[in-house]
């Protein structure tokens, strides 16, 4: 049996599959998690049920990209439920939805998700007279109680058996179909006495839908007594005001910097101490078993720094990194950041919704460049995935690049303050170049506090990388760079180093590091860390490193997403970008 679940962004579809199916889809406190459709299997006493997660749409009749994808679905898939989840807390809104699904003739089940919320507010719903208004089954939810969980099983077990028994007749029609039966009823005579100027048959259909649903609302709908505001309450008034919420916002995210920077140096002498004995056994080891020679030499001291070092430096780096961006997410902070931006990203060609697949980035910045498909137009997704490619560091790299400016003791507030008017100077050319289309309007979902289940999983999720893909990187990287010092390849470069000097201000060896960028990002920092750098030259290195090109992974989506030339834009950007910097910073920074 197959089942859709649709509903308007941020009601909580991801968490309400999850506390159904027990599965792991990403979610968070910001609309637009989900940009792709998730399939998840569900077997409730014998029956076998499978769940699509859609992604968040206000309406089946708009042109985005997520609306053909849902009709798409709906069309060539045999889905025989509807699970509309709906929040309890913004009815009104959400049940414009809710009309334009029953009316695709499709079996539906309403889901009041945020009960709970709802109750907070002061809001009471009488969910049967709801129900006999609707004429669907509805119930009361909250995916993070597990309230109503029980009676959703019902219902689906219920459905599944008059589904078997054949007593489940739908009417199901194409959304297109639904879409022209917009017009059921008004004729062009009466569109051009709407008392609205050149308001078409669809745009009537949609207002009686609204109409429609105000009416049930003030029916089903009743309010308790204002109550007196809940800290976190106050806490969200402060932080929604324009001039001082972005102040603080702005010195959460600086401060959110100094933790991971302060993280990094109490954790990095324990680690060390502990690994110790290991790092003598691995190279002892390796000595007895190689045959003495170069290889032996090399592998000795390779292996255990290839370990050593991604274990005292790059992994609480990463851990801590996972903590912050996952905490961000699941209070609400980062729509906020994303209205924040909204006034920065106007004047760079891109909404505010931009944050989204910009913070995904910090994670990985491969399933960020999808996260783009949420942009409303082709010019935006092309800005947001040069800013990715060039701009954004992943967890990766970021936890390695703190590390080389723990190492060296490089300026923070120097490398901050150059990848952020390198944001502002990129973006506003992109945006000469790429003009913005509309306007974005930005929905707040309120603020609340974590929940750590869901923070639990988004680090277990984001942090279970570093042992399958970036360690044995790292550990083939350490080797390389070993057998290159070693072997004395690397002074072969004492051409380069004139001009590595005069331009950018450093070795030869640092400027090989930025071109490595090309391979793996998080790779290239560790050039760094086997050499013997100074303040001003790691300050050049990591923000030139920082600021270069996209990775291979990153490439591949790349042109998956917007194709070869795209991509070609975006190297050849990255590379002036990146040689810009270091020259301006080499001009610029004190001797």
């Given at each position: 049996?197959?089942?859709?679940?649709?509903?308007?962004?941020?009601?909580?579809?991801?968490?309400?599959?999850?506390?159904?199916?027990?599965?792991?889809?990403?979610?968070?406190n910001y609309p637009g998690t989900s940009v792709d459709i998730y399939e998840a299997s569900l077997q409730l006493a014998g029956r076998n049920f499978v769940i699509y997660d859609t992604p968040g749409i206000y309406s089946l009749f708009s042109a985005g990209e997520e609306q053909q994808v849902i009709k798409e679905l709906l069309e060539n898939k045999d889905i025989d439920l509807v699970l509309n989840i709906v929040d309890a807390a913004n009815l009104e809104r959400n049940l414009v939805l809710t009309l334009e699904i029953i009316e695709t003739?499709?079996?539906?089940?309403?889901?009041?998700?945020?009960?709970?919320?709802?109750?907070?507010?002061?809001?009471?719903?009488?969910?049967?007279?709801?129900?006999?208004?609707?004429?669907?089954?509805?119930?009361?939810?909250?995916?993070?109680?597990?309230?109503?969980?029980?009676?959703?099983?019902?219902?689906?077990?219920?459905?599944?058996?008059?589904?078997k028994k054949g007593k489940i007749k739908t009417d199901a029609r194409p959304v297109q179909v639904i879409n022209l039966d917009n017009t059921v009823g008004c004729s062009s005579e009466h569109c051009n006495r709407c008392s609205i100027p050149q308001m078409t048959c669809a745009t009537l259909a949609d207002f009686k839908r609204a109409e429609k649903a105000k009416t049930i609302v003030g029916m089903v709908v009743s309010r308790a007594d204002r109550r007196e505001k809940l800290l976190l309450d106050r806490i969200q008034d402060v932080v929604d005001k324009p001039v001082l919420g972005t102040m603080l916002l702005l010195a959460c995210a600086y401060l959110a910097f100094l933790i991971l920077l302060r993280f990094i140096e109490l954790s990095e002498g324990p680690i060390s101490l502990f690994l110790e004995p290991v790092n003598r056994f691995l190279s002892h080891f390796i000595l007895q078993v190689m045959p003495e020679g170069m290889l032996g030499t090399i592998l000795a001291r390779a292996v255990p720094e290839g370990l050593i070092i991604p274990f005292t430096i790059i992994m609480p780096a990463m851990l801590m990194v996972s903590i912050i961006m996952s905490v961000i997410e699941d209070t609400g902070l980062l729509p906020r950041y994303s209205v924040a931006l909204e006034r920065i990203g106007s004047f760079f060609g891109v909404s505010g919704q931009a944050v989204i697949p910009l913070a995904l980035g910090f994670g990985c910045r491969t399933p960020a460049v999808l996260a783009t498909r949420i942009m409303p137009d082709y010019a935006q997704r092309f800005i947001v995935i040069t800013l990715l490619s060039i701009v954004i560091p992943c967890a990766a790299t970021l936890g390695i690049l703190?590390?080389?400016?723990?190492?060296?003791?490089?300026?923070?507030?120097?490398?901050?303050?150059?990848?952020?008017?390198?944001?502002?100077?990129?973006?506003?050319?992109?945006?000469?170049?790429?003009?913005?289309?509309?306007?974005?309007?930005?929905?707040?979902?309120?603020?609340?506090?974590?929940?750590?289940?869901?923070?639990?999983?988004?680090?277990?999720?984001?942090?279970?990388?570093?042992?399958?893909?970036?360690?044995?990187?790292?550990?083939?990287?350490?080797?390389?760079?070993?057998?290159?010092?070693?072997?004395?390849?690397?002074?072969?470069?004492?051409?380069?180093?004139?001009?590595?000097?005069?331009?950018?201000?450093?070795?030869?060896?640092?400027?090989?590091?930025?071109?490595?960028?090309?391979?793996?990002?998080?790779?290239?920092?560790?050039?760094?860390?086997?050499?013997?750098?100074?303040?001003?030259?790691?300050?050049?290195?990591?923000?030139?490193?920082?600021?270069?090109?996209?990775?291979?992974?990153?490439?591949?989506?790349?042109?998956?997403?917007i194709g070869v030339k795209g991509l070609i834009k975006i190297i050849m950007l990255g590379l002036l970008t990146s040689f810009t910097v270091g020259m301006v910073l080499n001009l610029i920074l004190p001797a």
């Open positions: 049996m197959h089942i859709v679940m649709l509903g308007n962004p941020n009601v909580g579809k991801s968490s309400v599959l999850n506390r159904l199916t027990g599965s792991m889809v990403f979610i968070s003739g499709l079996p539906v089940i309403v889901v009041l998700n945020q009960i709970d919320r709802a109750r907070l507010l002061g809001l009471k719903i009488d969910v049967k007279m709801l129900e006999k208004l609707l004429k669907v089954p509805v119930i009361s939810f909250s995916a993070a109680t597990g309230e109503g969980l029980f009676e959703l099983q019902d219902l689906l077990l219920q459905h599944a058996d008059r589904w703190t590390s080389v400016i723990s190492a060296f003791n490089a300026s923070l507030l120097t490398i901050m303050l150059t990848m952020l008017t390198t944001l502002m100077v990129l973006g506003w050319i992109l945006s000469r170049l790429n003009p913005r289309e509309e306007i974005f309007i930005y929905e707040l979902p309120p603020l609340r506090l974590p929940l750590w289940n869901n923070v639990w999983n988004k680090i277990k999720m984001r942090f279970s990388g570093f042992f399958t893909e970036i360690l044995p990187l790292l550990l083939v990287m350490s080797i390389i760079i070993r057998a290159l010092i070693e072997s004395g390849v690397l002074q072969y470069l004492g051409e380069l180093e004139e001009f590595s000097r005069i331009l950018f201000g450093i070795p030869a060896e640092a400027l090989v590091a930025v071109l490595i960028t090309i391979f793996q990002r998080y790779l290239a920092p560790l050039v760094l860390l086997n050499l013997p750098l100074t303040p001003r030259e790691a300050t050049i290195a990591i923000s030139m490193i920082a600021l270069s090109l996209p990775c291979l992974p990153v490439m591949v989506m790349t042109i998956r997403e």
